[in-house]
């Protein structure tokens, strides 16, 4: 297999799609394959410029006349918990967290179409096979983790939130999670961020890279609350999110 290089890379664009994030707009994304031995090298340079990863491909928006999807990461060494977030560590103290491989099981997989039928109704995702879920876990050229959250105290320590995770140089970054629908109360896709804060840095590194931040949408504006974020604006690079 020929390795990529930055030189070689080929990008490829996507026909337009219905944006799922804004109505009435129109979606389109650039992409490439991530393969061979500087797939790691290639993911963290095009995760420098806006990129995600979705299993063996890397996107970034590249929507005509629409900037609205902007790249953030969260500034670690800066954070400061609030009030609220401190009282979502305080519901979730039971929580246990097990950092795993990559390897998927009938058990995060029930919980994900769990998550998907209450949280995302009628989405692309909500047809997914358990061969899908492998996929999209398993199918990593890049070092990614799970990050497994169980309840503690209860017996069978039973699986209540799941982190798909890449391992960067500089960070974390948040690739998919997913959490018990019926826990709704504890915040628990709150306190999975907290948590991969609290990893961070713990490892003295520096982000957690949350994917893209859409502010007029009801579905992605929520990560506009972990202040300090440094937003991707292409030429520019990082610059701080300003309140």
Not at 12 to 37: D, I, N, V
Not at 81 to 104: E, G
Not at 208 to 220: A, F, I, N, Q
Request: hydrophobic share 35%; charged share 25%; glycine share 6%.
């Amino acid at each position: 297999m020929t390795d990529q290089t930055p030189e070689t890379t080929q990008l490829f664009l996507t026909a337009a799609l219905p944006c799922p994030y804004l109505p009435g707009k129109m979606e389109r994304k650039l992409f490439t394959h991530l393969s061979g031995r500087r797939a790691s090298m290639l993911h963290q340079l095009l995760s420098d410029n806006g990129f995600r990863r979705s299993q063996n491909l890397i996107y970034r928006p590249a929507c005509e006349g629409c900037s609205s999807c902007q790249s953030v990461r969260i500034v670690t060494r800066e954070f400061s918990i609030s009030k609220r977030f401190r009282r979502v560590k305080r519901l979730n103290a039971d929580v246990a967290v097990q950092v795993r491989p990559t390897m998927a099981t009938m058990e995060q997989f029930e919980l994900f179409k769990r998550y998907l039928d209450a949280r995302h109704a009628g989405g692309g995702m909500t047809q997914m096979s358990y061969q899908d879920y492998e996929y999209m876990v398993e199918d990593t050229p890049v070092q990614s983790v799970l990050v497994e959250y169980r309840l503690n105290d209860l017996p069978f320590q039973p699986l209540v939130a799941v982190a798909l995770t890449d391992v960067m140089p500089d960070g974390l970054s948040m690739v998919y999670s997913f959490y018990d629908p019926d826990l709704a109360h504890r915040g628990l896709g709150t306190f999975v961020i907290l948590d991969h804060i609290e990893q961070v840095r713990a490892a003295a590194l520096d982000y957690v890279y949350l994917g893209y931040w859409v502010k007029d949408s009801p579905k992605m504006a929520y990560k506009g609350d972990y202040r300090p974020l440094d937003v991707q604006r292409g030429s520019l690079g990082w610059t701080r999110l300003e309140e």
